[in-house]
């Protein structure tokens, strides 16, 4: 898989960020990540790295430190520039808490930060946590990446989220996307959030249709908690192509929202608007240059 990821700066200060990486199949993501810490460790970045570790074995026989794992990775654990958790160790310290965890986690970057490390770079596989349809769980697992959010705004940090589908539920799948959709890298496309604009980007077809409607949801759904809100600006100009399902569920999330709320297109192309008009544009859902 080619690495969606972007880049960071080689010199000045890192712009922090919260990215969610998705995979099908353990190995592709585990070349996304792989990737995403060669790249923090090569720049100086304390790494934070929190995982499943058979039974029986050490963190140095984990797979990071192996040879599908980043370059330099089993040297930064001995000198200390990478630390490994288990994440069965996480749930213990956490409770599995919204607040335990972040408790954690914000432990360590004090630490890191005490001992003059310049960014802290932090990432997690796949939770599987045994997510169901309940609201307070759902509500209690939207608070713990909240409060990721914030810290990567906050101060200095990066951060990489890992999801593998075939490891979670469907509603886990589902809820870790919408979270995460103002940053979600998900094999040939991509979602971000600029400016007050989301701007999905890339290839948007049948086979990533369900994640795409999370995304939207998440991003409708955050729309109407912003001040600002609760219309969604949805920058369409990085999209190089959709096909007929992604564009029933974008018209159908529109369909479905709260009557003040509309969905307004930026720099959609001229396929994309007769698209729309092909599954049926509500309308709630127009032109930024048509907006009353």
Request: aromatic share 8%.
């Amino acid at each position: 898989m080619t690495s969606l990821l972007p880049a960071r700066p080689a010199f000045g200060a890192p712009q922090s960020r919260h990215t969610l990486l998705v995979a099908d199949a353990v190995d592709q993501g585990r070349r996304g990540a792989s990737t995403w810490v060669e790249q923090e460790l090569s720049l100086g970045s304390k790494v934070f790295y929190k995982g499943w570790v058979p039974a029986g074995q050490r963190a140095d026989q984990h797979w990071i430190t192996g040879p599908a794992g980043p370059r330099g990775a089993r040297d930064a654990l001995v000198t200390g520039q990478l630390e490994f958790l288990d994440l069965p160790t996480v749930v213990e310290r956490s409770g599995a808490t919204a607040g335990g965890v972040l408790e954690l986690y914000a432990d360590e970057v004090e630490r890191a930060l005490g001992d003059l490390w310049p960014t802290v770079a932090m990432t997690q596989e796949s939770p599987e946590l045994p997510m169901a349809d309940h609201p307070d769980l759902v509500a209690e697992y939207a608070r713990w990446e909240a409060g990721f959010e914030d810290l990567t705004r906050r101060l200095p940090v990066r951060m990489l989220c890992q999801l593998c589908v075939a490891a979670e539920n469907e509603t886990a799948v589902w809820e870790t996307v919408a979270v995460h959709h103002g940053d979600v890298v998900d094999g040939f496309w991509s979602a971000a959030r600029d400016d007050g604009h989301w701007a999905p980007s890339g290839d948007l077809d049948a086979h990533v249709a369900r994640r795409f409607g999370a995304a939207v949801h998440g991003a409708m759904r955050a729309a109407r908690d912003r001040a600002d809100g609760p219309d969604l600006h949805l920058d369409l100009s990085g999209v190089d192509f959709m096909d007929v399902a992604c564009a029933d569920i974008l018209m159908l999330a529109a369909r479905s929202a709260p009557l003040d709320q509309h969905l307004v297109l930026h720099g959609a192309s001229r396929f994309l608007r007769r698209l729309f008009d092909a599954v049926g544009r509500p309308a709630s859902v127009y032109q930024s240059e048509d907006a009353p």
